[in-house]
Each structure stands twice: as structure tokens, then as C-alpha cells.
């Protein structure tokens, strides 16, 4: 059964960066790709980006471009996403969840237990 | 790009049939097959219910159905349950680097 596990809640300074991991399990580290999605408090899913684990072809959604950066350690079979000039705005829930790897629109299964980031002074 | 649209609430009664909608435009709903609708219950996480606008994944209950007619997406639940009382969100492909949801809809069963 895949299981997609990810850290812990964060609490970060504004200014800071958070980086959140996340690991898949029950499957081959090459086969699959890996979204980014948040939800703030009260708030809509929103899409943040995604990696190809397979070979670390990324894409980002332009509201978050020049400030998410997904990455992957393949010996460790984990996904990295980290987001930086952090403010108030940017305390949510962040979700992984794994998608197919040559097609990475069609679907999010399963997803991870999410981690919440708390920004604050 | 504004999020695609989804009414806020809809309620039913058990057994009752719903359908809530995922509207967007001739550049996403409208002109890919790439519409998926998750299911969120309120402190945890999302859980895919149809994919490719009417594919089922397996354990997804037949009671969940998805379809589409023009720009607009649609998600029809039967024979409504009490643990079907969550928030459903869709999503759509846009583009080669872009995936965008809707603002959700909170589902009640009366």
C-alpha cells in the first residue's frame, strides 16, 4: 500500500525559509511524481508546484516561481520543498502527494498528513 | 489565473442525489480532459474521488460520478450519506507547467 509520510509543523520568523520533506512508501522511487499544494487557515487548496522523482524535472505554478524550489534525494528516496522569503500570509498547511510521473495533471493519490507552517514574529 | 468556480455550499438529504459544480473556461475545463475532485474532510487531508473528469479510482465508492459539458465539470453523488458531509475540490490542467483548484464547495447532509 503507498503511503506518503511528511515532517513535522514548523514554526518560522518572517524573512526565514521552511523546507518540508516528504517520503513515499510501498513503491519505486523512480515511477512517480510528487505535488505541492497549501491551504491556509479557512482557505482553498492551492497548487504550488511539482517534481518528477525520476528524473528532478520540476514545474512551478508563476505565483510562487522564484521563491519555491523542489528538490529530491534519490538515496533517500525523499522530496524537498522549500519556500523563502516567508510572511504572514504563507502560514497554511503544505501537502504532499504523489501523481503519476508521465502524467502530471490526471491525478493526487494518496496525499500526504500535511505540515503546518506556522510565519510569525 | 483566477481559481476555478465552485458554489459555495450545496446540502441534500440522505438518499438523495446531489450534483455541485467546477466552472472554468475554454482554456482549462473547457479544452482538457484533466479534471479531478477531491474530497476533504475538515482537519485532514484531501482524498482523490474522480480523475480525468470521469475516471473512479478503485475503493472510491460507484456512488460518486464525474462528467463534463462544456466549460463546466461536474460531481454527482448518490444515495447521500452522512460521511459524504465534507468539502470538495476540483482541479484543472491549464497548462504544460500549471494545475489550478476551485474555491470548494462544502457539502451538507441534512
Known amino acids: 500500500q503507498v503511503q506518503v509520510v511528511q515532517s513535522g509543523p514548523d514554526v518560522k520568523k518572517p524573512g526565514a525559509s521552511v523546507k518540508v520533506s516528504c517520503k513515499a512508501s510501498?513503491?519505486?522511487?523512480?515511477?512517480?511524481?510528487i505535488h505541492w499544494v497549501r491551504q491556509a487557515p479557512g482557505q482553498r487548496l492551492e497548487w504550488m508546484g511539482w517534481?518528477?522523482?525520476?528524473?528532478?524535472?520540476?514545474k512551478y505554478s508563476k505565483r510562487f516561481q522564484g521563491r519555491v524550489t523542489i528538490t529530491r534525494d534519490p538515496s533517500a528516496s525523499t522530496i524537498y520543498m522549500e519556500l523563502s522569503s516567508l510572511t504572514a500570509e504563507d502560514t497554511a498547511v503544505y501537502y504532499c502527494a504523489r501523481s503519476s510521473d508521465t502524467c502530471f495533471a490526471c491525478w493526487f493519490d494518496p496525499w500526504g498528513q500535511g505540515t503546518r507552517v506556522t510565519v510569525s514574529s | 489565473q483566477s481559481a476555478l468556480t465552485q458554489p459555495a455550499s450545496v446540502s441534500g438529504s440522505p438518499g438523495q442525489s446531489i450534483t455541485m459544480s467546477c466552472t472554468g473556461t475554454n482554456r482549462d475545463v473547457g479544452d482538457y480532459n484533466l479534471v479531478s475532485w477531491y474530497q476533504q474532510h475538515p482537519g485532514k487531508a484531501p482524498k482523490l474521488m474522480i480523475h480525468e473528469v470521469n475516471k473512479r479510482p478503485s475503493g472510491v465508492s460507484d456512488r460518486f460520478s464525474g462528467s463534463k459539458s462544456g466549460n463546466t465539470a461536474s460531481l454527482t453523488i448518490s444515495g447521500l450519506q452522512a460521511e459524504d458531509e465534507a468539502d470538495y475540490y476540483c482541479c484543472s490542467y491549464i497548462d504544460s507547467s500549471t494545475l489550478i483548484f476551485g474555491g470548494g464547495t462544502k457539502l451538507t447532509v441534512l
Open positions: 517534481i518528477n522523482a525520476a528524473n528532478g524535472n520540476t
Open positions: 510501498g513503491l519505486t522511487f523512480s515511477t512517480y511524481g
